[in-house]
């Protein structure tokens, strides 16, 4: 029985295609986060910010983190796309719309994706 060629897998939540791009991985992740933040910002009503950080750390980054060793994105327009996540979370807080996105991570103690993809490679070659 010949095998039949295909343009695109997925295997363990991970799409892999043809090509080895991530492209729709990345956009596959952005849409579970951005559902789950969206959904967040409609159901809690007093946002403090220990609150939800702890739901972002909890319910929305495990998507844009999950197996980011195999793979995290190369494009900057995909990097940028998944950091609209996290930027869009920090703008749900009244009072630091007006800040720059850097200093709202250091206001929520919280890094950048790739700052946290790069330490998750780091971690993972530690291994």
């Known amino acids: ?17 043809s090509d080895l791009k991530s ?11 951005n559902k789950i933040l969206g ?3 409609q159901s809690i009503v007093y946002k403090k910010k220990d609150v939800l950080v702890k739901l ?4 929305v980054r495990p998507h844009l983190e999950y197996c980011t060793a ?3 994105p190369h ?20 009072g630091l719309k007006s800040l720059p996105s850097e200093q709202q991570l250091i206001k ?3 890094w950048s994706l790739e ?3 790069v330490r998750a490679d780091l971690k993972f070659t530690k291994l």
């Open 108 to 110: 929520f103690h919280l």
């Open 23 to 33: 492209s729709q991985q990345c956009l596959q992740a952005y849409n579970k986060a």
């Open 75 to 94: 494009y900057s327009k995909h990097k940028d796309i998944l950091e609209r996540i996290q930027h869009r979370f920090t703008h749900m807080v009244p």
């Open 39 to 41: 959904a967040i910002n």
């Open 56 to 59: 972002c750390k909890s319910l």
């Open 70 to 72: 195999a793979w995290s």
């Open 115 to 117: 700052e946290q993809r």
């Open 1 to 17: 029985m010949p095998l039949t060629e295909v343009t695109q897998e997925r295997d363990l939540g991970i799409t892999v295609k």
